[in-house]
């Protein structure tokens, strides 16, 4: 099982991107895909220590902008993504540490840290934005996140689980939320059966406000998630069939998961020691994904 | 799409699942009947659809009973089943009424070990088979299936068949199996000598 370098390269790149994305001064490029501010952070907290001045300019930010994170979403969010919960807690303590939000995980311990600053203010119309942009006009909530569903797929209708399943929120959320932008004249709401699906508003005013909008819609919290299991994942001592099999029984776990991720799965058709090659290559695929 | 087990294979999955076991930290002792065995001795050729345990071989070098297979040895197995395309139960409990109603004497000095990493699979002598065989084929008669081939690929002598008969007998006394018996001797040309006696 090779590649772990690799991938964990790849993911960092990826951190940085959006970071730089986000105003934070990095060199690089900046990312084209939507970026999940909650995501974000705790993928950071997790892997960004390895690469310190991603870590440093992260700090930054959230202690400027960190009003922007929604921290129960941030809760979720992490949940979600796996991997050593006290990375987040440190994390949003050294934000609390340099001025910025306490964030309920921090559980209301605080680091020192003092900022940099080195972060600017960067254009919120940038299509990548969008989520933060929202939130600056409509509110660090529930609301903000279900316009950046709808308008970044404006001719689709939802019903209200599928909204609470892609914006990490609770139903009653969203319902609630939904019921005040569509009295705002922001969503349209259908009735099919039962149920009820949501879609962005049809008026051209909204959408022409919003502007262009990052294509494809990336699941930034799924696909971390699978990146951190694979990072965290061990085969064990033993021989390459032994390492093939704890591998295909891991693999299986998180199908449902790479799937959600819109990632590419490892060739599940190859037997035996075979599928140790198959999750190597795998491992490669699933690193070019996720770098920038 | 599973797959069944030819010799090959059964011997790589049985060297998977011991090493899984090992690396697990796990060990088991389990004794095989049915075509998994006879593949393992070389009598036969033809792929089998799983392995058919009869029970743990205990401390003492008998056969325990075995209500179900424990946890962590049928997650390997299924996890091995996963790897290898593989139905999760294709090593799973066989015939529990062997034990109940007896096994050939001598049997447990008739089995024979084979050791992988973390699993011993004990494998049932060729008399012990044949006498298994023997039963399953006059319980199907006139039916002439795998049963009645794989007895003849044991090849054993008049003196094995006599003796594996009086031992069926023990499992079924009824006139009707007698009958059965007689017929399945009769097709591998052997005289069935407790039938002039009856």
Known sequence: MRDADSLRDAL????????????VALVGPADDTLV??????????????????????????????????????LKAVAGEIGGDPSALVDFAALVAGAGGPRW????????????????????????????????????????ADILVVLATTPHQAYP?????????????????????????????????????????????????????????????????????AVLGFDPGLGSPVVRAIEARVFVERLLPGISQADLPAPDTAALGAAFGVAF????????????? | MTHPLARGGLDDVLAALGGVLEARGLHYELVLVGGASLLLRG??????????????????GGVAPLEELPEPLARAVAD???AFGLAPDWLNLGPANLLDLGLPPGFEGRLEARRTGGLVAWVAGRFDLAC???????????????????????????????????????????????????????????????????
């Open chain 1, 36 to 73: 999940d501010l909650e995501a974000l952070v705790a993928a950071t907290a997790l892997f960004g220590r390895d690469e310190p001045r991603v870590y440093e300019g992260a700090l930054d930010w959230c202690a400027r902008n960190g009003a922007a994170v929604n921290g129960a979403r």
């Open chain 1, 104 to 143: 309920p995980v921090a559980a209301g311990r605080t680091l020192p840290h003092t900022s940099r600053g080195k972060v600017r203010e960067p254009d919120l119309r940038a299509p990548a934005l969008l989520a933060w942009r929202l939130r600056s006009a409509f509110g660090v909530a529930a609301r």
């Open chain 2, 132 to 198: 298994f065989k023997l039963y399953a084929a006059a319980d199907r008669w006139p039916a002439r299936d795998r049963h009645l081939d794989d007895l003849a690929a044991l090849a054993p002598t008049p003196d094995e068949l006599h003796a594996a008969a009086r031992w069926t007998r023990t499992h079924d006394p009824s006139p009707a199996f007698a009958e059965n018996l007689h017929a399945v001797l009769g097709a591998l040309g052997v005289e069935d000598p407790d039938a002039r006696r009856r």
């Open chain 1, 160 to 228: 209200l689980a599928d909204l609470a399943r892609l914006t990490r929120s609770t139903k009653r959320n969203v319902t609630l939320a939904v019921r005040s932008l569509a009295m705002a004249g922001l969503v349209e709401v259908d009735r099919a059966g039962n149920e009820q699906r949501v879609r962005l508003t049809r008026h051209p005013g909204f959408r022409d406000w919003v502007g262009r909008t990052p294509a494809p819609l990336v699941d930034w919290t799924a696909r971390f998630a699978v990146v951190v």
């Open chain 1, 12 to 23: 960092l790149d990826r951190l940085a991107t959006q970071w730089v994305t986000l105003g």
């Open chain 1, 280 to 292: 190597d290559a795998w491992r490669g695929e699933l690193g070019a994904a996720i770098r920038p």
């Open chain 2, 80 to 82: 091995v089943g996963l």
């Open chain 2, 43 to 60: 009598v036969i050729l033809r792929p089998t659809r799983g392995v058919d345990v009869l029970g743990a071989r205990d401390a003492s």
